[in-house]
């Protein structure tokens, strides 16, 4: 069963302060592995695709990066308006359907 | 713009009626998916279509009934069988996976259901 675990469920972090937020994952032939970003009553922002250990992938102050067991999200001089839910989300690659596996998500609060 | 329009926002279901959620897209997505997110818990997969006129249970199908008669509307009906209603629930679509399986999902703003 493919599993995913975000960590911390909730980080709080001064304005410039810069971060990373964590996606361990457990998938039976990863085809990719989805970040989003979710605003309160909203629906989840698609924010990157990672399909390989070793890549990266960059917008504004987000970079996403991806090992084999776990991808990293790093949040460079955050700003008030960086505050959200990040949503991790995996898909595997037995499945002909585009199912995705999600976290629980952590919780970012930038203060100013 | 395209993207995908979820009705209504806030809907509450009283002792054993029926509701229906909406969903529609206009982004020429072939798949479309339900999801239910509870506080603390990752998005549930509840159905997926991936062409007009056919659908599949996802991982928590029961209480939940869905049709795809045109490409662009997936509605979702909670039944009176769904004894735990209270979520928010989501609606997305992609591009069809075709085995590729890695096109990203789109998502409208959700519906938060409540029981009366």
């Known amino acids: 069963e493919d599993q995913v675990t975000q960590s911390p469920e909730a980080l709080r972090l001064q304005e410039g302060e810069s971060s990373s937020l964590n996606c361990s994952y457990t998938v039976s032939g990863l085809r990719g592995l989805f970040w989003y970003r979710q605003d309160p009553g909203k629906g989840p922002e698609f924010l990157f695709t990672l399909y390989s250990a070793g890549e990266e992938k960059e917008k504004e102050r987000l970079k996403a990066t991806l090992t084999k067991k776990e991808s990293f999200l790093h949040i460079t001089a955050p700003k008030p308006e960086d505050s959200a839910t990040y949503l991790c989300a995996v898909q595997n690659g037995g499945t002909s359907y585009g199912k995705l596996t999600f976290g629980q998500g952590t919780i970012l609060t930038v203060h100013p | 713009d395209g993207g995908i329009t979820q009705s209504p926002k806030y809907l509450f279901r009283k002792e054993g009626q029926n509701v229906t959620l909406s969903c529609e897209q206009n982004l020429n997505h072939d798949a479309m998916y339900w999801y239910r997110q509870d506080p603390g818990q990752g998005l549930r997969l509840i159905y997926y279509?991936?062409?007009?006129?056919?659908?599949q249970k996802g991982d928590i199908a029961e209480g939940y009934s869905v049709s795809r008669e045109k490409k662009e509307s997936f509605p979702l009906t909670v039944t009176s069988a769904q004894k735990n209603p209270t979520a928010f629930y989501l609606c997305?679509?992609?591009?069809?996976?075709?085995?590729?399986?890695?096109?990203?999902?789109?998502f409208g703003d959700g519906t938060r259901l409540s029981i009366l």
């Open positions: 997305a679509s992609s591009l069809r996976t075709a085995g590729l399986g890695n096109q990203p999902q789109h």
């Open positions: 279509s991936q062409i007009v006129n056919d659908f």
